[in-house]
């Protein structure tokens, strides 16, 4: 499986960015599809997943303000980001996972892609 981010760039605070992550893969559907993010100096640390029924998890700091929709026609997941904080500055990785019961993808890893937003 292959995975390709896209998407990244410089957004001021409090406007909107969607990040795409296309894989490869003829089973697509099945997967856990995720975002993870790893901003200056700290560790990676999850965001978002959603599993192959449509159930989606978020991490606390981006509840509310996040969205995971995937198009699996078009074996594609996305990252909506809303209401974008100086502190959302991160590279963004998308993963995705065989296991369809987990919430935190980790089998395929994609490159990140570079989110900055300004205050």
């Known amino acids: 499986v292959q995975l390709q981010a896209s998407g990244g760039g410089l957004v001021q605070a409090g406007g909107s960015l969607r990040l795409s992550c296309a894989a490869s893969?003829?089973?697509?559907?099945?997967?856990?599809m995720g975002w993870f993010r790893q901003a200056p100096g700290k560790e990676r640390e999850f965001v978002a997943s959603?599993?192959?029924?449509?159930?989606?998890t978020y991490s606390d700091s981006v509840k509310g303000r996040f969205a995971i929709p995937r198009d699996n026609a078009k074996n594609t997941v996305y990252l909506q980001m809303n209401s974008l904080k100086p502190e959302d500055t991160a590279v963004y990785y998308c993963?995705?996972?065989?296991?369809?019961?987990?919430?935190?993808?980790?089998?395929?890893w994609g490159q990140g892609t570079l989110v900055t937003v300004s205050s």
């Open positions: 959603i599993r192959r029924s449509g159930r989606s």
């Open positions: 993963a995705a996972d065989e296991n369809p019961y987990i919430d935190y993808p980790d089998d395929y």
């Open positions: 893969g003829r089973t697509f559907s099945n997967y856990v």
